[in-house]
């Protein structure tokens, strides 16, 4: 259970991270199904209420309103009806995001039922923002939906302190990092499509922030750092790409008061290979968050050979490795951030050599096979602690 999936891009690495673990699932023999909304992005939907998705079943049960979804509210009374009538026939349930408006339901009926679920909250846990909602809604559902699961999954240290936080055990815990398919990969695009694209010439260097627009991600503060790198440097471009996450409107106008509009391009979105071709021309990828768990543009950035400067938050600190696979910063820290982007422009070889030492710890640590591996594994334990009772012949998993 998700509250969007393929093809809601937009919504960030949840999904592509459940598409991925989903379709590698089917080809290993198991069965999956998958309930989720029918919300593509704030103003689309999906056609058909069932699609057979790489070999996944997935059910698009109908959100409220796209206002709703664009308020990020994701409640679909259909999938009650589907819940109860089909939840026995699931040997384990993995339920990704921990504050849902489904979650309360499928709870009710997963422990009515006896039926064994796995919860992975996706850097959902802290109260970034000291949400009054989300401490109620912890204090009536949140806290029983993590207390009465099988296991819980950490996508670093840093999240599986969290969960020690918020009272689960210490063996309910698995960490389980996200994966990539390096396949996608494998043949990248030519070097100078994206500057051709967009019209920036090829002695430009690209300093390239990739991910949702969102004050979380420090997107002010890459730009005040890149008014100073070009008052330093010329030919240099900042290129920012992503969907808006309410925070598009203070970064154009931060960037109008600096006054480097002509240094900064923004693309909106891009996925597939106009992404893909964004990474190939960028020198560096920067991600100066405020707070993250484990982004999988980092991922991306290495698959692709590029070096990353990230905040020294969260579980960043785990993916880059200071002066490696790419220079850590502490977070809100414009000096040290122009110093770090700086270096990266100015020294080119060890820029690349940063990126080659990235792209080989991420096949060595995150490839989506290894991480189904443990995933799978985790699945069978959850199977294997149950009374005798309660299992079931066949192999699936919702």
């Known amino acids: 259970m ?3 999936y393929y093809p809601a891009w937009q919504f960030g690495g ?5 598409y991925e673990l989903s379709k590698e699932l089917v080809e290993r023999g198991l069965s999956v199904t998958v309930y989720t909304s029918d919300i593509v992005d704030e103003k689309t939907r999906v ?7 790489d070999g996944v079943d997935v059910f698009y049960f109908k959100n409220l309103s796209l206002y709703a979804a664009k308020r990020k509210m994701f409640v679909t009374p259909s999938m009650l009806f589907a819940v109860k009538d089909r939840i026995k026939s699931f040997d384990v349930v993995h339920i990704h995001g921990n504050r849902t408006t489904q979650s309360p339901i499928l709870h009710y009926f997963l422990k009515k039922n006896s039926v064994p679920y796995i919860v992975q909250a996706h850097g959902g846990l802290p109260m970034i923002s000291g949400n009054r909602l989300k401490r109620l809604y912890d204090l009536f559902f ?4 993590l207390k009465d699961a099988s296991k819980v999954i950490a996508l670093s240290r840093v999240e599986a302190e969290q969960y020690r936080s918020m009272g689960v055990p210490e063996e309910k815990i698995e960490v389980i990092p996200n994966g990539i398919d390096l396949s996608e990969y494998a043949v990248l695009p030519p070097k100078g499509c994206f500057k051709k694209k967009f019209g920036i010439s090829d002695d430009e260097k690209i300093v390239l922030y990739l991910g949702r627009i969102h004050r979380i991600k420090g997107i002010d503060i890459l730009v005040k750092a890149f008014t100073n790198v070009i008052k330093k440097l010329d030919a240099v471009r900042l290129v920012i790409v992503g969907p808006d996450d309410g925070y598009l409107r ?3 106008a931060l960037i109008k008061t600096l006054n480097i509009d002509d240094n900064v391009l923004i693309t909106g979105p891009l996925y597939g290979k106009d992404k893909l071709e964004a990474y190939v021309d960028a020198e560096v990828y920067v991600l100066p968050s405020r707070y993250e768990t484990f982004p999988m543009t980092v991922l991306e950035a290495y698959a692709c050979g590029k ?3 990230a905040s020294k938050v969260g579980g ?3 993916l880059v490795t200071n002066g490696q696979t790419g220079l850590l910063v502490d977070p809100g820290n414009i000096v040290q951030l122009t110093k770090n982007i700086l270096y990266l422009l100015d020294h080119a070889d060890g820029a690349i050599e940063m990126g080659l030492q990235g792209k080989q710890f991420v096949k060595e640590n995150f490839t989506i096979k290894k991480v189904t591996d443990k995933l799978q594994g985790l699945y069978s334990d959850v199977l294997s602690s149950l009374p005798l009772e309660f299992t079931k ?5 919702g």
């Open 2 to 4: 998700i509250p969007y």
């Open 14 to 18: 949840p999904v592509r991270v459940a």
């Open 47 to 53: 056609d058909n209420s069932f699609q057979k998705v």
């Open 142 to 145: 949140g806290h029983n939906l």
């Open 250 to 252: 203070e970064v154009k």
């Open 307 to 309: 070096p990353v400067i």
């Open 316 to 318: 960043l600190p785990d």
């Open 393 to 397: 012949s066949k192999n699936s998993c």
